[in-house]
């Protein structure tokens, strides 16, 4: 597969020279760069959050190794400050002796007796230097180790600081990733509501065919109530009709100026006075 894209890129360099010449790197550079800016306007603001959790998720295992390391560091000056502690105290115990055997030599004497063994002064002194020897090795030894000592307890501080510094920027990380995450989806909320398209022509369609079912609705109640004053029915709701039969006699009555009599007959003999302004009627004849 290497291979095949090695000879892939060689052949298209080589077309490139053979199409552009000289110029043929600013094409392929301009080419690259405009392949490179037309994938990163593909690429969605989820797939970019989605990549960024990701490299944060990666600084895990880093944060892991370094903090294994400050732990066997720490354990190692642990170690080492307690063999300096065993180091110091054989020191005390070799500088006593040390200072013993020179306080003997000290007295003149040829013999020294030490647990029931005696000793010629050469032989204590022989021994002291021995013993001097040791203690100035060992206490140079002590001296190195001092410098060791203070020198990772220098690095650990370091590792510590560096460690302390990782773990803050990777809360920062995490707590702006997850910020960033809740701003996106209120944008995401934000532009579910504005896409959303009310079709007006469905609303007034719909409007349109409420107003005709109410319309419907109106001319079969009109008919109804149509029907019934067509069939004589008695519309109730207009209330009790009054007697018309006493209202037309009484209209009679006031407008002749007679009385409520009916025993006037048709033969009735009228006499019409000369002069007169009244009419009679005489009931004899």
Do not use: C, W
């Amino acid at each position: 597969m290497l291979k095949k894209l090695m000879v892939g890129g060689m052949g298209l360099g080589l077309a490139s020279g053979l199409l552009f010449g000289a110029d043929a790197f600013s094409y392929l550079k301009t080419f690259g760069t405009n392949v490179r800016e037309a994938v990163k306007s593909k690429i969605t603001p989820e797939f970019e959050l989605q990549r960024i959790q990701g490299e944060v998720d990666n600084l895990v295992p880093e944060i892991r190794s370094h903090l294994k390391l400050v732990a066997e560091q720490s354990v190692d000056i642990k170690d080492m400050d307690r063999e300096i502690q065993e180091k110091e105290a054989a020191l005390t115990k070799q500088k006593s002796t040390i200072l013993t055997l020179r306080s003997d030599l000290d007295s003149g004497r040829d013999k020294l007796t030490y647990r029931a063994v005696s000793y010629t002064r050469d032989e204590v002194q022989n021994d002291l230097a021995q013993r001097f020897d040791s203690y100035r090795m060992l206490e140079a030894s002590v001296s190195r180790d001092r410098q060791i000592l203070a020198a990772q307890k220098t690095t650990l501080r370091a590792n510590q600081q560096k460690l302390d510094t990782m773990l803050t920027k990777k809360q920062d990380l995490a707590v702006r990733v997850a910020q960033l995450e809740a701003r996106l989806k209120q944008v995401q909320a934000a532009e579910a509501i504005s896409n959303i398209e009310i079709d007006d022509t469905a609303l007034t369609r719909v409007d349109k065919m409420i107003r005709e079912l109410d319309r419907t609705l109106d001319v079969r109640q009109s008919m109804l109530e149509t029907e019934g004053q067509v069939l004589g029915q008695i519309p109730v709701e207009e209330g009790t009709p009054e007697n018309s039969d006493a209202d037309i006699l009484g209209q009679i009555d006031a407008h002749f100026g007679g009385g409520s009599s009916t025993n006037v007959t048709a033969n009735a003999s009228v006499t019409v006075e000369p002069h007169a302004a009244e009419v009679t009627v005489d009931p004899s004849t």
